[in-house]
């Protein structure tokens, strides 16, 4: 049966899947989604070009779901960017195809926005589908060098996780005000997939919006189920986004400052890369993010986006991880919220 709505005209979320060759995963994820106790929803499945058939069959099998065929590949950025044009909700709920939601996890999100009603953003929690007990993440963060990284990620799930802010929020399970996604310009589409969540997280900071991690709103996350893990896509995106979002976002005096760490930092990832037997796909995609052309656009972006920031380097310095190395333990960084 279809999500219920209340009397306003449109419902109050608008929950939005982008697929691509997502199998046996997306019908998994529309039965948790028809499940959820809160129903004052829509969904969007927006589906880019897929040749598995998958979300045909799940659009036929769930008809209260508004099926969109995009016709194209248009990546993670550009499909959901399609769908928050198309939304009638309030909030926006971005759910990848492999997360599997508990039955109260719009609840969850729905009552985390109304204690925290000057909050637009908020991460959810995220479990691993394949390793019982331990996390697939807790909000998303960034080091002193620019170098971004799910916090919690392999950790154990604690018994208890504080409510608190976070960097930014993860794209597989998040809650955002849609028309802030919007007047930001939601995600940068030449992004295509990888890091774009943590490049529209770095601007809502930037414009002093923060993000905050409600560890009761829980999904589990199977993860790169249609990239692959390590996969040359997922190494070549992840590296030229990567230096775009410290390009783009990092401001002030913090940019010069932290850009001798950034360098030594990738140089450090590169060797990691290479011991892996993978440094092709990651050298590609640095050459790629300096690229004449593509980085003037970058540096353009980084004029518009630095004239409209509210935050202060030394703000934005103070919700990062300090230790420019704290990927390596996917270290767990959620600050107390001091807000209204």
Known sequence: MPPETTEHKGPAVTVVIVSYQSGPTLEECLKRLEAQTFRDFETILIDNASTDGAPQAAAKAHPWVDFVEAGANLGFA????LAARRAKGRWLVLLNPDAYAESDWLAELMAGAERHPTVKSFASLQLSTDRPGLLDGAGDNVTSAGIPFRGGYGRRQPSVLPEGEVFSACGAAMLIDRALFLEVGGFDERYFCYCEDVDLGYRLRLYDQPTLLLPKAKVAHVGSASTGVRSDFSIFHGSRNRVWTFVKNTPGWLFPVTLPLHVAVTAGLLLLHWRRGDVAPAIRGIKAA??????????????????????????????????????????????KWRGA
């Open 290 to 335: 300096l690229k004449r052309e593509d980085l003037d656009q970058v540096l353009a972006d980084r004029r518009a986006i630095q004239a409209r920031r509210k935050a202060s380097p030394g703000a934005i310095l103070r919700v990062m991880s300090i230790d420019p190395a704290a990927f390596i333990g996917r270290r767990f960084v959620i600050r």
């Open 78 to 81: 550009a499909g959901n960017n």
